[in-house]
């Protein structure tokens, strides 16, 4: 199987310095909707910034940021990516290594 190319989003200002965390354990909706959330603020994005970075509508980065269930997750790795984050896949024992 083929993987795609990630949508061309540009990339992110810098952040500030200690304003988001490195790592985060995005185990929920609601995990993955507070990391975009900090990530963003982190680089002094707006939302509707954001939404035009990632070419989706303001509401979808607010439900994200909610955690609603049901965002696409197509759009949400294009959110992530325009404020700077990325999806990784990683097995269980990795990442509680990695945290400690």
Same mark, same amino acid.
Do not use: D, Y
């Given at each position: 199987?083929?993987?795609? &190319?990630?949508?061309?989003?540009?990339?992110?200002?810098?952040? &500030?310095?200690?304003?988001?965390?490195?790592? @985060?354990?995005?185990?929920?909706?609601?995990? !993955?909707?507070?990391?975009?959330?900090?990530?963003?603020?982190?680089?002094?994005?707006?939302?509707?910034?954001?939404?035009?970075?990632?070419? @989706?509508?303001?509401?979808?980065?607010? &439900?994200? *940021?909610? /955690?609603?269930?049901?965002?696409?997750?197509?759009?949400?790795?294009? @959110?992530?990516?325009?404020?700077?984050?990325? /999806?990784?896949?990683?097995? !269980? *024992?990795?990442?509680?290594?990695?945290?400690?």
């Amino acid at each position: 199987m083929a993987i795609k &190319n990630p949508p061309s989003v540009p990339p992110p200002p810098p952040a &500030n310095p200690g304003a988001a965390p490195a790592l @985060v354990f995005l185990a929920s909706p609601a995990a !993955v909707g507070a990391a975009v959330e900090a990530a963003r603020r982190a680089r002094g994005l707006t939302q509707s910034e954001v939404a035009s970075r990632a070419r @989706v509508s303001r509401r979808f980065v607010l &439900n994200l *940021e909610r /955690g609603k269930a049901s965002c696409h997750l197509g759009k949400t790795l294009t @959110v992530m990516m325009s404020v700077g984050l990325v /999806g990784v896949a990683l097995p !269980v *024992e990795a990442m509680q290594a990695a945290l400690g």
